[in-house]
């Protein structure tokens, strides 16, 4: 059996071997999945959502835990594993187990033209989905999807990232100890390779985080099976700094979304719009406060570091090559462009200059603590630049006049637009994430995000229980129901005089349809 390896980025000690799951449990997963989900989706919503409630109950007495495994594995501080993983987990299984009755229950759709019928929606499970996850928030990102699937009634197989894989077992772990029924949330464990093979098992969903390359060979893959897929991918999210932001606050705003999680989020800071004007001062303030920046391995139990390790080894040749690149053509380094001598850590990097804009650490992901800075003149000249991007997941604006701000926010092409905050509403559970253009589709969290995990029946029936009316677009076709449609088409015109016109020719027309009615 193969092996996994889960190792400490901040340190490279060995956490644990985990045996990888084989290629040929695949098919008795999943169908330990469908029995699960069957059983499962004729609980109540309420019964269901109530299940959130004793996750919940666990994840809290058990958060030391989780941060301990988060801290360990990830290489991210403690209080970033706190405020930005656990937290936001406890928070998404309170909405949604207050939401889901709800918002899942039957909806009326008011009646129009067919005011003797009525209308509504019903929701119904898909089945089983399958959740591949990165390793950047290897708790917030998959539990977010798994605790929607299963409220909706659904059974989940959940792969995570094979540099994370720990953080998965623990969500199991959560499951399993909450009364989760068996099978119904089952962790494998692999790379790739196995997120492939777990596609070709059919799910009835697929929900994708990671980058766009990856995100490309899901969504192909999964067209040979037309499965539907939400794709969360990349990005590189600007931030606007108005000509009237107040300095400390947007120096500081800068800081925390570009370095948080050692810059290693979707929606990071990664790119920097400041207006000519605060140029100067900006980036002043901005590197000293990026030099005062505490970088290290997280201890577990004090607030020792700001920013921890880079998680990832692949994501290093990333940064040596843009930052080579970016040297090359002669880009000024205000901070960081170094790694730590065991090259486990990269200083806060900060890089300018007036090719930056061409430069790939300006427009290409860098996933991690790099920020590349330029500067516009103009409100329109903000705005086209912030939209010069392939992606489109998050951008936020900083300015005192918020009004301003606003219409600048609804010419942004980006799933998110915040002002006078960055990056953090993906951990929100009441607002919607997810991208446009190369960030992807679907959205996630919210009521949105739960409506991407049901089916939608339509069903529509008399009012009342009679049957002896047939429809006038039914056969045998008469020339009264030709000229009941024709008036029809005259009550749809702006004038109220044709309008009240066609009423009466109208009326006169369908009683004759209905008093000439032929039997087939
Ligand atoms: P990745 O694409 O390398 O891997 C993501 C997951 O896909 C892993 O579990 C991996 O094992 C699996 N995988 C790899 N190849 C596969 C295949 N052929 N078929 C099925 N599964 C496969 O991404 P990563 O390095 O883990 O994560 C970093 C990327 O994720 C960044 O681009 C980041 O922006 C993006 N991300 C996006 C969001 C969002 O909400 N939009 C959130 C977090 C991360």
Known sequence: MSKLISRNPATGAVLRELDVTPRESLSEIFARARDAQRLWAQKSLKDRASVLLDI????????????????????????EALANEVTPCVDLLTYYAKIAPK????QKIPGRLMRHRKSYLNYW??????????WNYPLLLPFG???????????????????TPLIGLKIQELCDRSGVPRGLVQTVIGDGTLGAALIEEKPNKIFFTGSVSTGKKVMAAAANHLIPVNLELGGKDPMIIMPDADLEFATSAALWGSFSNSGQVCASTERILVHESIREPFLKKFAEKAAKLRQGAPSLLEENVDLG????????????????????????????????????????????????????????????????????????DAITKANRSRYGLLASIIARNTGLAEKMAKQIEAGSVLINEVTYTAGLSETPWGGVKDSGFGRTHAEMGLQEFVNVRHIHRPRAGFTFFKAPWWFPYSSYQYATFKCLLEVYRKSWIAKLRAIPHLAWNFVQMLKNERRL
């Open 309 to 380: 390790a880079v998680t990832m080894d692949k994501q290093k040749d990333v940064y040596d090559s843009q930052m080579a690149h970016a040297r090359g053509k002669g880009a000024e380094f205000l901070s960081g462009g170094q790694f730590s001598e065991d090259r486990r850590f990269l200083a806060p990097t900060i890089v300018t200059g007036k090719d930056i804009e061409s430069l790939p650490i300006y427009n290409e992901e860098s996933f991690g603590p790099v920020v590349a800075v330029t500067t516009f003149n103009s409100v329109e």
């Open 125 to 134: 499970p898909l089945g089983v989905v399958l959740v591949i996850s990165p």
């Open 145 to 163: 999807d798994i605790v929607m699937a299963v409220v909706s009634g659904n059974a989940v197989v959940f792969k995570p990232s094979e540099i």
């Open 56 to 79: 919940r109950e666990t994840l809290i007495s058990q958060a030391d835990e989780l941060i301990e495994t988060l801290v360990q594995e990830n290489g991210k501080p403690r209080l």
């Open 103 to 106: 918002s899942l229950r039957d």
